[in-house]
């Protein structure tokens, strides 16, 4: 079993819709979790980060943590087309610095 | 502001040639990784660096070797090169390296490495 589980997608939304990506994650100790985007052809870049329990959020986009049920989400509100890019979930056991990704799913915002 | 800088950006190597990628971050982190990307696979660990001097094993380490020369550039070196090395390489740093900071990694642009 991977330490990081995602659906490789496609996700395909309507413009203005909600996108709701999951990823779950296999090793309780994990301590930090993060969202990557990654346009094609180009390098992943952080969007958010979340430590504890529950939601964070930061303009569209919020994260979701429930560490009970080893689950992290993310919500991009009122999707845009130039949210088409796969999101790549990533954790990281505090101290350790190892930091794993999940395949990532691939977001397409329909115009 | 550079931030990471990899080289070379493309590269085409035959079964069995060495070769180096370099990587240099001016952010003055602490911690250094190098990833390999596959299709289908997402990213690979393949070394990191939590600190100048240190190094350690990620998820995929074999036929790899690495360097962190000095607390900006960390190298990756394949002695000798095969057919499944042919991927995306993307190396990345950390800040302080110390919880909650790890993982907000900062990529360079990648590079693109084919074995033949």
Request: with cysteine.
């Amino acid at each position: 079993q991977k330490e990081v589980e995602q659906n490789s997608g496609p996700l395909s939304v309507p413009e203005g819709a909600i996108a709701s990506l999951n990823c779950t994650y296999s090793d309780r100790g994990s301590q930090s979790f993060f969202w990557y985007r990654q346009y094609s052809g180009k390098s992943p870049e952080l969007i958010m980060s979340i430590y504890s329990n529950g939601d964070k959020e930061d303009g569209r986009f919020t994260a979701q943590l429930n560490k009970a049920s080893q689950y992290v989400s993310l919500l991009i509100r009122d999707s845009q087309p130039s949210d088409s890019a796969t999101y790549l979930c990533a954790l990281s056991f505090g101290g350790y610095q190892k930091v794993t990704f999940g395949i990532g799913t691939k977001l397409q915002v329909i115009p | 502001n550079a931030g990471v800088t990899q080289t070379p950006k493309f590269q085409v190597l035959k079964t069995g040639q060495s070769m180096t990628l370099q990587c240099a971050q001016d952010m003055n982190h602490n911690s250094m990784y190098w990833y390999r990307q596959d299709p289908g696979m997402g990213l690979r660990l393949i070394y990191y660096s939590a600190s100048e001097g240190t190094t350690d094993k990620g998820e995929v380490p074999n036929g790899y070797n690495v360097s962190r020369l000095n607390k900006r550039e960390f190298s990756l070196r394949l002695e000798s090169a095969a057919p499944s090395q042919t991927s995306v390489y993307f190396c990345a740093s950390s800040g302080t390296g110390f919880f909650p900071n790890t993982g907000e990694l900062f990529f360079g642009e990648g590079s693109r490495l084919t074995v033949l």
